[in-house]
């Protein structure tokens, strides 16, 4: 198949740090050339890929002047593939939200969008009715909830290469956290329980300066020695080691987002996760196994020390069955597949009823 991918402009692909997006694009693009599909990335000019890139923006639009339309920029950006190169492709694959909603909805070639963000806020609601009809993927179950009668295809997890992260079969003596530096979604929790479970607490994040840190956030909380230890932004081979030598992931993101790369990545490791119930991580746990999907924080505390008896092996098998870069391939091309041969049938359908429409047309007779 002659596939595009048009990807998040934020940020260039794939991004380092916990952006699920981008991160998952870049896996499922290298699988798809792995596979032999012709896939054309089009992305920003410092994106690294075996696919064809085509570039839609020299950087990345985190990274242009504040005075930049950003919103113009990405508009034209997207133009590019959905009016002037449709018809290279056999399906356009957008990861760039409800941005390319308007051209997706004109595109004569199929398209399929997969959403990461929340979509539970009140907004949204008229934006989907618009454009109802597009073919959408989810991350999580729960993140398409508040949508529901939109046009979900599938609900697909983010996966991660198999070979690309270490089993550990030890489990470690700290607490990893990956996400954003705010108290306020997730950090404070996590500090929390970490405090009355009387276990380190290890924290990636996309900050790598505590001159940049959110407000809400005492600087003294992250400085080792007072049970916390900022790690900063990490590399992948950073990131391994330190989801391999966890105890546990904790996500306490209990929010419909599509935060569910992590768990992906953990139980790569062979390491549990313990969730809040709301977000994609709590869907992703089977309970007593993988981990624990909780509705509290005292229930987090509660459950952390039966997870040094969980099976990591486990683990790692539900990895390869369900959260693996193969399956969520397998998943994407079936797809990709019956959107295209739907398309097909539907312009035979259009064209037949059109040969009718011509051939039963007769010339008027008057009669007197």
């Known amino acids: 198949m002659k596939i595009a991918q048009i990807a998040p402009l934020w940020k260039n692909v794939p991004s380092r740090g916990p952006s699920d997006g981008e991160r998952a694009l870049s896996y499922l693009t290298e699988e798809l050339v792995r596979r032999g599909h012709e896939v054309t990335l089009c992305a920003s000019a410092d994106s690294r890929t075996s696919a064809t890139l085509e570039v839609l923006c020299s950087t990345p639009l985190d990274r242009t002047p504040e005075n930049w339309s950003r919103a113009g920029a990405a508009i034209l950006a997207v133009e590019q593939v959905f009016g002037a190169r449709a018809d290279e492709f ?69 996966g991660v290469p198999s070979e690309l992260y270490r089993f550990n079969p030890r ?33 990636a994040s996309r900050q790598n ?54 768990v992906a990545e953990a139980l790569a490791c062979g390491t549990p996760v313990v969730a809040l119930h709301g977000g994609a991580a709590g869907e992703m746990i089977y309970d007593h196994v993988t981990g624990f999907a909780c509705d509290s924080l005292d229930e987090m505390v509660h459950v952390l020390p039966l997870v040094r008896d969980l099976d990591r092996k486990a683990c790692r098998n539900v990895f390869e069955k369900r959260f693996s870069v ?43």
């Open 90 to 158: 056999d399906l356009i694959h957008s990861h760039c939200g409800i941005d390319g909603f308007p051209m997706a909805q004109r595109c004569p070639t199929p398209t399929l969008t997969t959403l990461y963000d929340r979509l539970d806020l009140p907004e949204y609601v008229p934006v989907f009715k618009q454009f109802r009809d597009l073919p959408l993927v989810a991350t999580s179950d729960t993140q398409r909830a508040p949508l529901a009668w939109a046009s979900w295809q599938q609900t697909i997890y983010p």
């Open 171 to 203: 489990p470690g003596k700290y607490l990893a956290f990956i996400g954003n530096l705010s108290m306020g979604k997730g950090l404070g929790m996590a500090i929390e329980i970490a405090r009355r479970a009387h276990l380190p607490l290890r924290v």
């Open 209 to 262: 300066s505590i001159d940049r840190l959110p407000l809400s956030i005492p600087s003294k909380l992250l400085v080792a020695g007072n049970g916390v230890e900022w790690l900063g932004e990490l590399t992948e081979p950073a990131k391994i080691s330190f989801l391999g030598g966890a105890l546990a992931l904790v996500c306490t993101q209990g929010w419909p987002d599509a935060s569910g790369l992590c």
């Open 326 to 368: 193969e399956r969520m391939a397998d998943l994407y091309v079936h797809l990709y597949e019956r959107l295209i041969a739907s398309a097909a049938s539907h312009r035979r359908f259009s064209a037949s009823f059109a040969q009718v429409a011509r051939t039963d047309r007769r010339p008027m007779v008057v009669t007197n």
